[in-house]
């Protein structure tokens, strides 16, 4: 327990939810960002360098020309861009679907061991950041690993019952905990989902995230910035091929709202997360940043 002033910012990193509609960009764009190597980005990255950036991909090619896009079109050098760490869980997802029982805790297991891991190595950094992709993926491969297989006309599925749906949010608050310290930035992706329209009355449905169950309402209570990515297709950056993108920090959405210190600290439309992370007074440490030369003259 620390005893501070009601005055003092109760974090000096970012634990944000940052949410998009699927194949948006969201990997691409938050690394980018991270690392401040976004066309229009001038003030340097959130990291110290790029070592200090860990990504834990839960996602079916959540990484995927991640590091083309970096060096091809964001102008990163190889080197540094092979530098970034990534944990890669995609193959633990998909081995979750060979459980034949209910209450399966070998991905859960995994994910607890791996964490162990990656804050061995978030704390070296003075300004690190773990990147989750995305929360979604982890909150329905963990589901699946509790309700066991889906049933068939032959054998009934096991399903979800109450106290799966406890266990389930109980993981879910461990791993958000476990990732959430104060010593790094932690940011979680997250997909947003709207319902279509059945043609039965009942009124526009409104967006949701991701997740289902308590655990998907209780997230977003627990972050403290939750940004709205938009990619503005086929508005590429002067001279370059990368579509401009933002962070929408008050997003009109039913399930959440913009998070602390949003609406007084920052535009509506924030384009560089270094920026947007340095007025809401969290630690950046600017890698990549070359500040303008001072002319000579007199």
């Not at 991270?34 to 070592?51: A, E, I, T």
Request: glycine share 10%.
């Amino acid at each position: 327990m620390k005893e501070e002033a009601l005055t003092e910012a109760s974090s000096t990193y970012g634990k944000t939810l940052a949410v998009a509609k699927a194949k948006e960009g969201k990997t691409a764009t938050l690394i980018a960002n991270l690392l401040g190597v976004m066309p229009w980005q001038k003030y340097g990255g959130v990291v110290g360098d790029p070592s200090h950036l860990i990504v834990l991909a839960f996602d079916s090619g959540a990484v995927v020309g991640i590091k083309e896009f970096l060096v091809d079109l964001c102008g990163m050098k190889l080197q540094d861009a092979a530098r970034i760490q990534a944990f890669n869980f995609q193959d633990d997802v998909r081995q979750v679907s060979n459980a034949e029982t209910d209450w399966d805790f070998t991905l859960y297991n995994s994910i607890v061991t791996s964490i162990k891991r990656v804050q061995d190595k978030a704390s070296k950094g003075k300004s690190s950041a773990v990147l989750v992709s995305s929360l979604t993926t982890v909150a329905l491969a963990l589901q699946r690993a509790i309700a066991g297989p889906p049933g068939n006309s032959e054998k009934p599925g096991g399903g979800m019952d109450q106290s799966k749906w406890t266990e389930l949010g109980r993981q879910i608050n461990e791993i958000r905990n476990l990732l959430q310290q104060d010593a790094w930035h932690c940011i979680w992706e997250g997909h947003v989902f709207k319902p279509p329209e059945t043609g039965q009355g009942g009124g526009e449905r409104s967006e949701t995230l991701q997740v289902q169950g308590a655990s998907g309402h209780n997230f977003p209570n627990n972050v403290e910035q939750i940004f709205r990515i938009r990619r503005m297709f086929g508005e590429t950056h002067e001279g370059t091929k990368v579509d401009r993108v933002f962070f929408d920090t008050q997003p009109s959405m039913d399930f959440i709202s913009g998070g602390r210190l949003t609406t007084t600290n920052l535009d509506a439309k924030e384009f560089d997360l270094t920026k947007a992370y340095y007025k809401l007074g969290l630690n950046v440490g600017r890698w990549g940043y070359k500040p303008a030369k001072k002319s000579s003259r007199k």
